[in-house]
Nanobody, 126 residues
């Protein structure tokens, strides 16, 4: 069973950058699709970005396209989320999650993800 540990969250000014990490232990990431979700206070959790297992395709929520970049380092068994030009609406707890690379379609369907990390807080000050 894979275990996920997120890190890299913190406090940043609007317009700034952060890089989140999602490290896996137990199994290699290469057979999983890895996604980032976030949850703002009082709101439902939402999909942010995905890195497809196998082909390495990427997918982003419209709200972060052009500002966020998801990537994977197979040697470190880690997936990253580079977040630039941060806005107040990006604030929340960010979670990484994995699902089988054989699932296709909507990356935002939470029940398709088998394992979730504990989350890392991102705070954006204006």
């Amino acid at each position: 069973q894979v275990q996920l540990i997120e890190s890299g969250g913190g406090l940043v000014q609007a317009g700034g950058s952060l890089r989140l990490s999602c490290a896996a232990s137990g199994r290699t990431f290469s057979t999983y699709t890895v996604s980032w979700f976030r949850q703002a206070p009082g709101k439902e959790r939402e999909f942010v970005a995905a890195f497809g297992g196998g082909d390495g395709s990427t997918n982003y929520a419209n709200s972060v396209k052009g500002r966020f970049t998801i990537s994977r380092d197979n040697a470190k068994n880690t997936v990253y989320l580079q977040m630039n030009s941060l806005k107040s609406e990006d604030m929340g707890v960010y979670y990484c999650a994995v699902r089988s690379m054989y699932y296709s379609g909507d990356y935002g369907v939470e029940w398709t993800y088998r394992v979730w990390g504990q989350g890392t807080q991102v705070t954006v000050s204006s």
